[in-house]
């Protein structure tokens, strides 16, 4: 079975595949403009930030821009990996897997780790997600980072039967057990992690992904939203893309009304302001919104 990461990549190369080279030129120009002289990626504030970082590196790995590779490795070098939260470790893990490929040349497909790696166990970090190593979002971090690292996830059925208890009447998921709302990103979390270890297709979350969604196109985080966001819409289409389903509404037209003039992607069309995480959503979200129209 095909790595969520895998699967991303693939997801964001079929939205570059599907632009101009002006295009092109565009995106990689705002990507480019984030990137400090240690080659890591700044964040909302400007400062260097390896969650970002992850980001960013993948973003250059896709649109064939060039990086050095000596200045990636000090800069991985210079992060204290044990004593990072399970989203910074998972991004460093991540970032290491990255440099390789791009030591390579390999942008065509996602590799599998050299060999197996250890990772900390989950009960280990000190900070997770809500505080919660069962919720979809952290149980999403995690088999990412197990499926990057080249281990495999045990106590599958254990998994499958813990975000039961996360899953809302209307179908979708929340992030808390004792919550009131399903959100879009419990619910996309929750969907890629059950299709990693499950067979069984997930019509209620998927019902629920479709409620979320309105007629420009976009999803809304929570049905108390006042607007869809970026980041939501990616995550609900590439959740949509992997259980082979198709939305109500087409989307490309809300993505590219997305794109700003800076080349980079912004989050709602209140803001101005884009980042290089925002791009990543961008383009996930056209790869996504083309692979099943």
């Given at each position: 079975?095909?790595?969520?990461?895998?699967?991303?990549?693939?997801?964001?190369?079929?939205?570059?595949?599907?632009?101009?080279?002006?295009?092109?030129?565009?995106?990689?120009?705002?990507?480019?403009?984030?990137?400090?002289?240690?080659?890591?990626?700044?964040?909302?504030?400007?400062?260097?930030?390896?969650?970002?970082?992850?980001?960013?590196?993948?973003?250059?790995l896709v649109?064939?821009?060039?990086?050095?590779?000596?200045?990636?490795?000090?800069?991985?070098?210079?992060?204290?990996?044990?004593?990072?939260?399970?989203?910074?470790?998972?991004?460093?893990?991540?970032?290491?897997?990255?440099?390789?490929?791009?030591?390579?040349?390999?942008?065509?497909?996602?590799?599998?780790?050299r060999s197996?790696?250890?990772?900390?166990?989950?009960?280990?970090?000190?900070?997770?997600?809500?505080?919660?190593?069962?919720?979809?979002?952290?149980?999403?971090?995690?088999?990412?980072?197990?499926?990057?690292?080249?281990n495999k996830?045990?106590?599958?059925?254990?998994?499958?039967?813990?975000?039961?208890?996360?899953?809302?009447?209307?179908?979708?998921?929340?992030?808390?057990?004792?919550?009131?709302?399903?959100?879009?990103?419990?619910?996309?979390?929750?969907?890629?992690?059950?299709?990693?270890?499950?067979?069984?297709?997930?019509?209620?979350?998927?019902?629920?992904?479709?409620?979320?969604?309105?007629?420009?196109?976009?999803?809304?985080?929570?049905?108390?939203?006042?607007?869809?966001?970026?980041?939501?819409?990616?995550?609900?289409?590439?959740?949509?893309?992997?259980?082979?389903?198709?939305?109500?509404?087409?989307?490309?037209?809300?993505?590219?009304?997305?794109?700003?003039?800076?080349?980079?992607?912004?989050?709602?069309?209140?803001?101005?302001?884009?980042?290089?995480?925002?791009?990543?959503?961008?383009?996930?979200?056209?790869?996504?919104?083309?692979?099943?129209?």
């Open positions: 079975m095909q790595s969520i990461s895998a699967n991303i990549l693939d997801t964001l190369k079929s939205g570059k595949d599907q632009l101009g080279s002006e295009a092109i030129d565009h995106l990689s120009a705002f990507v480019q403009s984030q990137l400090l002289q240690d080659h890591s990626f700044m964040n909302k504030s400007g400062e260097s930030d390896l969650y970002y970082t992850s980001f960013g590196w993948m973003l250059c649109l064939g821009i060039h990086l050095d590779t000596d200045k990636m490795t000090g800069y991985l070098s210079c992060q204290h990996e044990h004593d990072l939260d399970l989203i910074h470790y998972a991004a460093f893990k991540r970032c290491e897997l990255i440099l390789y490929m791009h030591k390579k040349g390999r942008a065509l497909t996602w590799l599998k780790t197996k790696q250890h990772v900390k166990d989950l009960n280990d970090f000190k900070q997770v997600p809500h505080q919660d190593t069962r919720a979809p979002y952290t149980q999403f971090i995690w088999t990412s980072l197990l499926e990057d690292t080249g996830l045990t106590e599958k059925s254990k998994i499958e039967k813990d975000l039961e208890q996360y899953r809302h009447e209307t179908g979708g998921f929340m992030n808390v057990s004792d919550g009131h709302t399903a959100t879009t990103n419990a619910t996309t979390a929750a969907l890629a992690v059950l299709g990693q270890i499950s067979q069984v297709k997930q019509e209620k979350a998927i019902s629920y992904l479709n409620s979320m969604q309105d007629a420009t196109g976009g999803y809304k985080a929570a049905p108390s939203a006042p607007v869809p966001d970026l980041l939501s819409t990616a995550t609900a289409l590439f959740a949509l893309k992997s259980c082979n389903e198709k939305p109500d509404y087409p989307a490309l037209e809300f993505i590219e009304a997305h794109w700003a003039e800076s080349g980079g992607f912004i989050a709602t069309l209140l803001d101005e302001k884009s980042d290089v995480e925002y791009c990543f959503y961008g383009l996930l979200a056209l790869g996504s919104a083309l692979s099943i129209s």
